[in-house]
């Protein structure tokens, strides 16, 4: 009978129907703890598309991180595959992973539990002449050495969007290789939305009960809220409808009227590069009225907004005010120029930013009427030049020719420079790592063994602060702002998240490329408490 099982697995769909088991609700109701596809029908086709790369963009708890899984489990005991597994960091990430996931799936299974021979490796799991390799996506070292057949990204928003590329040149060696990722989406064209962007564009769809009508469904057209706000005990009744016939779509019976669903592409013509979205709407756990709680909830909390299009609905989503525009900059510019010197005097600060080029940024600050405990709070800054450099002695002559104060440069990746150039003004350029652990807008100073003066600070508060200017209107830009600062600037989106315990944090991500000034931006602002507190009515210029 095994012999016979073993020849009729052909696909993924076939092989965890077969060999793996889960231990959930639905296994409880189902009287068995067999794999089923029964509460994910979406699921099906996705374990046996066979394109070059399939991206799941998707709300939260919609099965697809078990699809992944499968998948992983499918090549190495099928194909023969090594596996690269990907997730955002090695820890805690991997570890949990290789904890909750997968030697939970290794108990519940004894196929499984046949097939590895070595799991005690956190990062490495052998079965028999093929390997799964767990990584975090943070290490290049780590990715580099890894070649393997079958790639697979969980959580793709949430990683490194930079070494993305250098992860996929891992099954670039293998005559057949597959690359399958998997997130909740979090801005327009940025990870999982930008992979999407580019695939076939595939959503759910199955025959309306009621019209008999091919239909999917979508937010908000087939969320049906009967309720004014969270008071309201009509609310209960929020139920879904057919945006065809706008009849009822009833919750209870949903896995009945989805069971023969199909995924239909938005472009046909891609074939190789698959993309399936879902979202909270199809799950069979997720009762109607707790997708109205969030619509509501949504209308006055920008985390609970974040949250409602993300993870509920699978969308890319930017909550109005999240992100500078070319509105918020021209607002702030003056009739200066860039470039425009400050007078004899002037309380002056820089930032640069650290790339293929320096990016600076240099300010003149004017300081309110009253100082408080918070001296950004209280100053305004005149943006006097934007420029970049190749040379780091060209920074010299900035800091001589604006008679800048104070200046805070970017730590890394070029350590050496930096502290090279901390040292030819030292006591007045500072090197900065954005850290954890720190509070608001608190600044840590410390030396290291070398002598670097180091400070570290909260990326995000420091960010709410430098870029908070431009949409509160306390900056001054230059009236020929740079089109390459504009789009620095623009690049920077704020998101909102939960954390463990359900607080809302925020943080920034980067929608393009680039976002050099706007970090120069924000270390110039990190330098006026630096400037005061070294005196600000020093002028550098009889330093150099």
């Excluded at 009978?1 to 296994?27: I, K, P």
């Excluded at 068995?32 to 699921?43: A, G, I, T």
């Excluded at 909740?184 to 025959?207: A, V």
């Excluded at 200017?469 to 702002?481: E, G, H, N, V």
Aim: net charge negative; aromatic share 10%.
């Amino acid at each position: 009978m095994d012999g016979l099982t073993r020849r009729s697995v052909q696909d993924c769909a076939t092989w965890a129907e077969h060999y793996r088991f889960m231990a959930n609700q639905f296994s409880d109701r189902l009287g068995e703890s067999r794999w089923s596809f029964e509460y994910h029908p979406w699921l099906r086709e996705m374990h046996n598309s066979t394109a070059d790369e399939n991206y799941g963009q998707k709300a939260a708890q919609m099965g697809y991180t078990e699809w992944l899984l499968n998948i992983a489990f499918f090549c190495i005991d099928v194909r023969r595959w090594d596996v690269l597994y990907v997730l955002p960091s090695k820890t805690p990430d991997a570890s949990d992973f290789s904890a909750a996931r997968f030697d939970a799936a290794l108990e519940l299974s004894p196929h499984l539990q046949s097939m590895f021979s070595d799991v005690k490796n956190v990062g490495h799991k052998r079965a028999g002449t093929a390997n799964m390799y767990l990584r975090g996506s943070q290490s290049k070292s780590g990715l580099k050495s890894v070649p393997a057949g079958a790639l697979c990204l969980d959580e793709y928003d949430e990683m490194n969007q930079d070494n993305i590329p250098l992860v996929k040149e891992r099954v670039s060696g293998q005559f057949e290789h597959q690359i399958n990722g998997v997130s909740t989406p979090t801005i327009d064209d940025y990870g999982i939305n930008k992979e999407f962007n580019l695939s076939s564009k595939e959503e759910f769809f199955f025959k309306c009960i009621k019209c008999s009508r091919q239909t999917n469904l979508v937010f908000p057209d087939c969320l049906k809220i009967t309720g004014e706000d969270l008071t309201d005990p009509g609310l209960k009744n929020s139920h879904l409808i057919c945006k065809e016939c706008k009849q009822e779509l009833p919750h209870e019976t949903k896995r009945k009227w989805l069971k023969d669903g199909i995924w239909v592409p938005a472009r046909p013509q891609i074939v190789d590069v698959r993309g399936f979205h879902i979202n909270q709407m199809y799950s069979s756990t997720i009762k109607p009225v707790t997708l109205a709680r969030s619509v509501l909830k949504a209308q006055f909390d920008p985390a609970e907004e974040q949250e409602l299009h993300n993870s509920k609905m699978g969308l890319p989503h930017i909550v109005e005010g999240a992100r500078i525009t070319d509105e918020y900059i021209n607002r702030c510019k003056t009739g200066h120029a860039n470039g425009h010197m400050p007078p004899p005097g002037a309380l002056v600060t820089m930032g640069v930013d650290v790339g293929r080029f320096f990016h600076v940024w240099i300010d003149q600050w004017a300081l309110g009427d009253v100082i408080g405990n918070d001296i950004n709070t209280d100053a305004q800054p005149k943006n006097l030049i934007h420029t970049k450099v190749r040379d780091p002695s060209e920074l010299d002559e900035l800091m001589g020719d604006f008679g800048v104060q104070a200046a805070v440069i970017d730590a890394q990746p070029e350590r050496r420079a930096a502290f090279a150039f901390s040292q030819r003004f030292w006591g007045y350029v500072w090197m900065c790592f954005y850290g954890r652990g720190m509070m608001g807008k608190q600044i840590h100073e410390q030396k290291s063994d070398t002598g670097e003066p180091i400070i570290t600070v909260d990326r995000t508060s420091w960010l709410d602060q430098s870029l908070g200017r431009f949409k509160a209107q306390t900056i001054l830009m230059p009236k020929d702002t740079h089109m390459e600062c504009r789009q620095n600037l623009k690049s920077l989106v704020r998101i909102f998240e939960k954390d463990p315990q359900g607080n809302p944090v925020g943080r920034y991500i980067k929608a393009t490329k680039d976002d050099h000034y706007a970090h120069a931006r924000n270390y110039s602002e990190i330098a006026l408490p630096m400037a005061m507190a070294i005196g600000g009515n020093q002028d550098i210029r009889g330093v150099v």
